[in-house]
């Protein structure tokens, strides 16, 4: 097989440039891919029939031993359309206005109005965008009467969705991320007897994704501490000091329908329940064990790790979305097809990059360009397993500020990290790696932390775009107020989360210690307004 050297890594890089220097993603990673086709197949030509097989078959691929077509990719983009046209009428037809105003109610003084609109963020799980939008039209008006600024609305707004979506079960997300571990899975070996589970990898992740965890808790740390620094506690003081004026008419508030909780809440409920019901049935159908398995934690996590996610959250949230069809039928059929339209346009650039990043995953793996292999045996000698999440997060954190995008960033980083940290662990150690090694884990998260991260620090962010403008608030002062907040729950994540783990610091032991430095740096370094 062919030795690609450094050019191996020339498709990836020049993704990543691209995207930096034209802020969009969908063609930069076309671009590395044209590059990386030119690099493999040596002509134009070849290259081009390469290609076009190599994006087909990031869709669907033909398994000689199964005898069958393996279409786990488009179920995964079935799956995020779907949730895209449940987001969409959900919210035409009037359900999660009339949840966020019941919980906007409760809302009486400035902890409660941030806190109100923190807890809003955790039951919006489904979907960040969907997240973004709703948080910041609905709470403005509330926020403004409480005097909050617009400064800390859109930071309470985009700290909260990404995370939440990350981490939640159902959820937008929760499918790209899982495919994007099972690609890195691919051609990769384990000690002999592991059973290695892209689902149950993402399980076991979520406790070391110090960052995603820590920037979720520190946001009700801050409302509840009344304490702000730095450009956000200037931002807050000009707010809480303005004379009082009449409220700002919010077009977009006034015009969101006004129906029934259950019409938000419902469809979720059937979403998640579909979901986990599938995953129960068909991980013992897998795993060929009893019902009785389920009795115990460990039966638990074989038969979710056994299971079929893909299967189950495309039928989950098929059917949530006919449920949520069902219970806005006053709105009119007319109008709740182009809700659900105007759902599904939403999330067509995230199933774009979704291809993209599966073509570069492809692209860069072991039977074409090798890059894993190479970085491994570089990396192998020269960095310590115990520094590879730490090393992990930072990079992913560099590229997705880079670009803007999390979403680019795991499709471009996992597949590489996961089989360089199972070749770096097996130098190390000399034998073969255990799926549920603690570095592998540490490193998977890393990169699903470290991508947020970025986002959260990055200028040219989705999130960070949608979160300013539905929150009233000025794009540049947003990202002044909110990256001082990143950047503190960022660098404890390294202090007290990713260097620890990597020494083998147990991991309760990490977060009492990442907790307490988030709450007394606050405490020592804030003021109140």
């Not at 783990?501 to 740096?521: K, N």
Request: net charge neutral; charged share 10%.
């Amino acid at each position: 097989m062919h030795d690609f050297g450094w050019w191996s890594l020339v498709p990836p890089v020049v993704a990543i440039v691209m995207a930096i220097a034209t802020r969009r993603v969908v063609v930069s990673l076309l671009i590395g891919l044209v590059v990386g086709a030119l690099i493999w197949k040596g002509s134009p030509l070849a290259a081009i029939g390469g290609l076009t097989f190599m994006l087909r078959d990031s869709l669907a691929v033909y398994d000689d031993v199964e005898k069958a077509w393996d279409i786990g990719h488009i179920k995964v983009l079935l799956f995020t359309l779907m949730m895209g046209a449940m987001v969409g009428t959900v919210h035409r037809n009037g359900g999660m206005a009339a949840v966020a105003r019941g919980v906007a109610n409760w809302a009486s003084n400035r902890r409660r109005g941030q806190l109100a609109t923190w807890g809003l963020g955790l039951i919006i799980f489904i979907d960040d965008y969907a997240n973004s939008l709703l948080l910041g039209h609905t709470m403005r008006p509330v926020t403004d009467r409480l005097k909050i600024s617009r400064e800390k609305l859109a930071y309470l707004v985009d700290s909260t969705a990404a995370p939440v979506a990350g981490l939640a079960l159902i959820s937008t997300w929760v499918a790209g991320e899982i495919s994007y571990i099972r690609d890195g899975l691919a051609g990769v070996t384990f000690a002999e007897g592991t059973a290695v589970d892209a689902f149950q990898l993402f399980m076991l992740s979520i406790p070391t994704r110090f960052y995603v965890l820590w920037a979720l808790l520190f946001v009700p740390i801050v409302a509840w501490l009344q304490r702000d620094f730095g450009p956000m506690l200037a931002a807050e003081r000009r707010a809480a000091t303005a004379s009082d004026k009449p409220l700002e008419k919010d077009s977009a508030a006034a015009d969101m329908p006004m129906g029934h909780w259950a019409s938000a809440v419902v469809p979720i409920l059937v979403t998640v329940l579909v979901t986990f019901a599938w995953l129960v049935y068909s991980g013992l159908q897998s795993t060929e064990q009893p019902w009785s398995v389920l009795r115990t934690l460990v039966g638990w996590v074989d038969v979710i790790g056994g299971a079929g996610s893909t299967d189950a959250l495309m039928f989950g949230s098929f059917v949530g979305w006919i449920v949520a069809l069902i219970a806005g039928y006053r709105c009119g059929w007319v109008v709740l097809q182009r809700a659900s339209t105007t759902g599904v346009q939403q999330v067509l650039p995230a199933c774009a990059i979704l291809w993209m990043a599966w073509t570069m995953s492809d692209m860069t793996d072991s039977s074409h360009l090798q890059t894993a292999t190479f970085l491994a045996s570089g990396i192998g000698e020269s960095v310590a397993p115990w520094a590879l999440p730490t090393i992990v997060f930072g990079l992913s954190s560099l590229v997705a500020f880079s670009t803007g995008t999390s979403w680019g960033t795991m499709g471009i980083l996992m597949p590489i990290v996961i089989p360089t940290a199972v070749q770096v662990l097996a130098s190390a150690t000399g034998s073969p790696v255990s799926g549920t090694d603690t570095i592998l884990i540490a490193s998977i998260a890393s990169v699903l932390a470290g991508a947020i991260w970025g986002d959260h620090c990055s200028p040219i962010s989705d999130t960070t775009v949608l979160s300013s403008s539905a929150s009233g608030c000025d794009h540049i002062a947003h990202v002044r107020t909110q990256m001082p907040y990143a950047l503190l729950v960022g660098a404890i994540s390294i202090a007290c989360g990713t260097l620890p783990v990597g020494l083998g610091v147990p991991l309760a032991l990490t977060h009492v210690a990442g907790i307490s430095a988030l709450v007394g740096l606050l405490w020592v370094f804030g003021k109140k307004i």
